[in-house]
């Protein structure tokens, strides 16, 4: 198999243990429109070439992929770029395994939903990790019994980010670059499908970040009458343990978990009160990926990424709107 | 000074140490409409007699309002006559500490908050609770900046509700009766006004309790763009050691302040990370509305009474035009 990289703007890195434990042939790299220095291709060919790779460095992105004719396409150049690259990609049959959004219009978004030439998973890493994962086997095993609300929150470090984030021609809001992590993991947790959105953002007190938003509220219903909301900021303080404040509270007809601070709990009359829960083994989104591709998984679909990215742009669109 | 109780299918009760404590006469009870048995008349005297009082048992809350002449009614029916009585009260001089909602139709609430002959104070008790005083004390001094976002949550246990949880007749949902304590509170704790709201219900495994509310979300936009969300249940298992989880997380430009399992925490740059506050000193929500009738403070106002009612019915209806 042979992989290249177009961008590195995000997390192309979560491909690269996978890469090297399967012997992956990572044959190119290129950035988007943006250029070398503004998609972070430098430090990512630091980083390659100390992990013992070392792909040849192309100007132009359409011409590496006629070029190396690669399996996989990762793709993580500014995210307003995504859905045009990935949907070159798997035109011309290259699998993409993309940041989230996975595209930031819904033309693009709905020419990659069917477009079926080849595959695309995009990089929703909480369903890997320990404390998720061990929530979902609980929910799977029916130890809250039917999902009835969740609610989840998404509160990063501001830091200095990169010039891209101060617009919106280049950078596709929070609701799609953050938030849209909880509206994965919740139809990812309780296996149901999203059917309306109320949202709202704020750019007030952003930092001199241009337009960027920095906070968001996204409300929405689900099949089955279900309800899941999500916050997400960019206010965590410097001084705080971690980047991120990821939780999750899953409330169910007999019981109610809540992923926070890395740790799944759960209260339940069966339980006899509050429980933790134990960590299941961490996962890695790339494997799944390959999973996937290799038919011996249905976990990280391209439908799910679909879905995921069309409701995170129907709140953005819906929270713009407000915005007048 | 004289106070009577009508009603006891709620909180009436916390006026009880106030009145011992001020040596006021408790001078008569009554019910609603729903009559003595339905409205816990019988285990309220009990309880009553226990403290000390020996209020006369009336028939007719009219009929009681007119002999006593008391300086206070306390109005603790079934919450759909909460703003009725508390009119009358109100338009014969009778000064009133009701249970919230205040009232559950806007016609009602306009000609409560319309009517200036006597003063009214509603049973907002997390504005008297150590850690949420603690958080309240911090944001005044300053301690996280500008508040930006809020988001809440009351999680309750179901148990065996009264029969009029049944009915929207008798009953006035779960915004109204729950959330209304977050929407209460995040306006006394930010000193914004609410400015526009979206809300889902749901009454799907509501415990076979007729078309009450059991899960319920609420988005509000606030003056200066501040967003503020609330969620609402009663599926907190029985096994879990308090009746109720109420949280509250408010995220500001220098810090963020959480209030979780009774405690107040703070995340800032300028307290090094993550510290806890140290709790206030209880309050007494009756004790705030002696102060306001007597001029000494102005934290239990009926403005905010009515504010608070009037954006959670805002979103209660809200929620309700969704179910069809």
């Known amino acids: 198999m042979k992989i290249v990289q177009i961008g590195a703007a995000g997390h192309a890195f979560y491909a690269y243990n996978g890469i090297k434990a399967h012997n ?16 972070g291709i430098s430090q990512a060919l630091e980083r390659l070439k100390k992990l013992g790779f070392s792909p040849k460095l192309y100007d132009d992105w359409r011409e590496m992929l006629d070029a190396e004719k690669p399996d996989i396409a990762i793709v993580d150049c500014w995210f ?4 045009k690259i990935a949907l070159w990609a798997l035109e011309h049959g290259i699998n993409v395994f993309v940041d989230k959004p996975i595209a930031t219009d819904f033309e693009t978004l709905d020419a990659i939903s069917e477009c079926g030439k080849a595959q695309l998973g995009a990089m ?7 404390a998720f994962k061990a929530a979902k086997k ?13 609610d989840s929150r998404k509160s990063y470090k501001l830091g200095k980010r990169p ?3 101060r617009s919106r021609e280049t950078y596709c809001g ?28 704020s750019r007030r007190e952003n930092g001199g970040n241009g337009d960027m938003d920095i906070a968001a509220a996204a409300q929405f219903t689900m099949t089955n009458d279900v309800i899941a909301t999500v916050t997400a900021d960019m206010y965590r303080p410097a001084s705080a343990k971690t980047h991120g404040d990821d939780r999750v509270r899953v409330v169910g007809t007999r019981g109610i978990i809540e992923v926070m601070s890395g740790k799944a709990t759960l209260i339940s009359d069966e339980a006899g009160g509050l429980i933790e829960l134990p960590d299941e083994p961490a996962g890695d989104i790339f494997e799944d990926f390959l999973d996937n591709l290799a038919g011996k998984s249905n976990h990280l679909t391209k439908e799910s990424a679909v879905s995921s990215t069309y409701w995170a742009l129907r709140a953005d669109r819906q929270a713009l709107s407000r915005l007048g």
Chains 1, 2 share one sequence.
């Open 24 to 39: 992956i042939d990572f044959s190119g790299i290129s950035a988007g429109s943006a250029g070398i220095e503004a998609e």
């Open 174 to 201: 929070i609701i799609p670059w953050v938030a849209i992590h909880a509206i994965d993991w919740m139809a990812w947790l309780s296996g149901e499908k999203y059917t309306d959105v109320s949202a709202i953002l």
């Open 138 to 150: 609980a929910i799977e095993q029916g130890r809250i019994g039917e999902v009835r609300m969740m």
């Open 163 to 165: 010039e891209f984030y």
């Open 80 to 83: 307003n770029e995504h859905g």
């Open 124 to 130: 929703f890493d909480a369903r890997c990790n320990p």
